[in-house]
């Protein structure tokens, strides 16, 4: 038989449809459809084809909201999408564009999903609720999710023991998705079940394997009901009840959620006595001051365990703490007036109870108490009085009594002991190992502290050892810290051997930043001061500082400064403006710099170059004239200089004989004045010293001033004359100017101020010198060292 053309197929499905829809009356624009109709399995390909009831401009679209498709006509009617790999699902429609009718689109919706799988692991049991009946449940695997609607079926078969053929199989409604399950009732009589499931859908159906059980191997009891615990400071009663009676009874018991310990005397291991219905259950031995929580089950000779009860709590009584506090301690200070202590704090075994306080005391060498304190229960460490030759002991208390006292007997450090110590450490802890102490008592004990650096009192940490032990481990350790570390051999002498260091390579990074610097410049000296890094940006133990100095030229300096510093000086700095910063280091590295600080050096001031020639002259004439001076002529010729500078007794000038003729004085003054011719080079006036002396009893001295600058001026020529007698010389003295002029001019000026024509029109006594300054007067000295 020829097969049929898929356009003559497409032409009669097409034709059908719109058959059908004039036949109910509709109009639609066209009619779709499948080639592999509307549930596909994912991944399939299929064609979409749609065939329209006029002609039109015609188009497909999927999904939502609608997306054109490119499709393909297969003749003047019908068009079709191709659909490749289907993933989801999806929506086709088309649509038909006409002019004259108003057409409805039309489409389909696909759905894309699996065929089911053949159900699998079904498990079965079969509670027993009374002695006459019990109930199945059964739960399986049904496989992949197949995306699609699934309809499943329970079949079960029963076999009873007194009938030889089974009963007809009955369908059991399914209950609950995942893991899907069947629950039915099943009456005491029937010994065997056979059972099975069917799943089907749209793209197909799986039916598994028939799952066959004697009901006495599923069996399995009701759980148990727990009443409260009734707790002493060593075990707990438990009140135990059941429906029915079982042969086997399991108790657990836990101090911590998930670990569940087994009770060693349940009635689990009494199989040949049945347990009973209602029973009081002693637990014990029990630890004091813990929470237990309890649960229970029950199996009867066969079959299966029954699910675990709910949970009961309770707490046991507490007891007095049954061990001494680890104890340790920073070194008394020097004079032995106090000590400070630190204790662990008990675990829950040891403290059987909840601490309440510490008890701390301090006893003399003759056992007599010292001093006693009360420390509060969150305290972990004291501070308390001390002396020479006195110990400490440190005890728990809670509500039922005390623990043995922990003695700390201070130890004398051996100076001469050698302890070799090696270590390894990493990101994760430190592991140290070391041999036994050079010339040193036998050990009793080993500590090993640790703290962050330069928080030992603050953060104190340490651990316990025997005295055989020769390795420790520290874990929980900061990268990012530094770490010191001690290990102390505590000796039966009561001496200790100690090895100190630090940890330098816990940490792969450097410093985050360099430290802030602080600066005080006195002349070309600077002080630098600086802190320590904040903890979290130390990146690890600081092995060195550098500080950098950049003058203006932009040279860099640079200093390296212990860790342990923390000031460093700077001399002989040049004068200008200095950079200054600072950077840490690890064993990883350098920090990044610090922010700048600019310093300013300034030039210091020199002594003036007039003056260090003055004092080189002078430390060469000095002793040069007191060697001069030793002469006698010289000697006479200074001792005559010297009284004739001293003043002397001036005479009255009423008595003169220039005071009575001072009138005509003045006269020939004022003429003799507008006669002169002024200087005009000089401001201030030129004093001419002029001198006609044999002997000082005798003749007198004049001065005079030459100054004409005004008619004011010339007024005050009178009180410019003063008595010889205060510039008694044995020198000529002479005007400045008149070494200028010519001699005639200088014998009419001697003329003028003979004593015949005096200056004064006031009594001489009454005269104040003005205008003389030692710049307008000469001495001629030249004979003064003639007899040298």
Known sequence: MAAIPQKWSLFCVSTLMLLVQRCTGKTPACVSWSTAGPVVQLGSSFEV????????????????????????????????????????NRTFSCQCRCRALSLDPCGLDIWAGYPPERPRNIRCHYKVETDRAGEVLCSWERGRK?????????????????????????????????????????????????????????????????????????????????????????????????????????????????????????????????????????????????????????????????????????????????????????????????????????????????IVRYLVAVHSAESRLVHAANVSANATGASVGFCARCRATVSALNSKGISPAANINPYHTKALAQLPVHMKADENGVALWWGRA?????????????????????????????????????????????????????????????????????????????????????????????RDLPRAQRGGCITKYTIYLEDARGIVQQYSVQATKRMFFLEHLAPGVHSLWMTAWTSQGESPPAQKVKIFIQAAEGIPVSLLVFCSLLSVAAPLLLCVCQIA????????????????????????????????????????????????????????????????SNHTTYMKSDSHDSEENQASLDSSTINANYLSTGCQGRRLASEEEDPDEEGEDEEMLTPDRSLFTEPLGTQIVGNLTLDAVRFDCGGLFENC
């Open 49 to 88: 084809y749609c065939t329209f009831n006029c002609k039109c401009e015609r188009s497909m679209y999927s999904d939502h909201p609608p997306a054109l498709q490119d499709h393909t006509a297969v003749n003047s009617s019908t068009t079709y999408i191709r659909v490749g790999n289907i993933t989801k």
């Open 146 to 354: 197949t995306h699609l609607k699934d309809t499943t079926e329970f079949w079960v078969t029963k076999v009873s023991g007194d009938l030889p053929d089974p009963w007809p199989p009955f369908k059991i409604p399914i209950r609950g998705a995942d893991p899907p399950s069947a629950l039915f009732h099943m009456p005491a009589e029937v010994h065997f079940i056979s059972v099975r499931v069917c799943t089907h859908n749209a793209l197909g159906s799986a039916t598994s394997p028939p799952a066959n059980y004697t009901l006495s191997s599923i069996v399995i009891p009701s759980a148990p009901v727990l009443g409260g615990a009734q707790c002493s400071s060593r075990g707990c009663a438990i009140r135990v009840q059941q429906p029915v009676r079982t042969q086997h009874l399991e108790i657990q018991y836990t101090t911590e959620p998930g670990l569940w310990t087994t009770y060693p005397d349940s009635p689990l291991l009494h199989q040949d006595v049945p347990v009973a219905l209602d029973q009081l259950l002693s637990i014990w031995p029990l630890e004091p001051y813990r929470f237990y929580h309890f649960r229970a089950r029950s199996k009867f000779s066969t079959g299966l365990w029954s699910d675990w009860s709910d949970v009961t709590s309770g707490w046991t009584q507490e007891e007095a703490p049954d061990k001494e506090l680890d104890v340790w301690y920073t070194p008394p200070s020097s004079d032995f007036k106090s000590i400070r202590l630190y204790w662990k704090p008990m675990n829950v075994a040891h403290a059987r109870g909840k």
């Open 438 to 530: 050079e010339r040193a008592a036998p050990p009793t004990a080993h500590i090993v502290e640790w703290y962050p650096e330069g928080l030992k009192l603050q953060e104190l940490h340490w651990l316990r050892l025997n005295g055989e032990a020769r390795q420790a481990v520290i874990q929980g350790l900061n990268a990012s810290e530094c770490y010191e570390i001690a290990v102390h051999v505590l000796h039966s002498d009561d001496s200790m051997t100690t090895r100190s260091f630090r940890l330098l390579n816990t940490s792969k990074s450097v410093p985050k930043v360099g430290p802030s610097i602080q600066q005080e410049v006195d002349s070309d000296r600077v002080v630098v001061t600086w």
């Open 633 to 696: 002529a010289v000697k006479k010729r200074v001792w005559l200089l010297f009284r004739r500078f001293m003043l002397q007794v001036v005479p009255d000038p009423a008595n003169s004989k220039w005071a009575k003729e001072s009138t005509q004085g003045e006269m020939n003054l004022q003429h003799r004045m507008s006669e002169a011719v002024p200087i005009e080079e000089e401001e201030e006036p030129i004093i001419s010293i002029i001198t006609d002396v044999e002997e000082l």
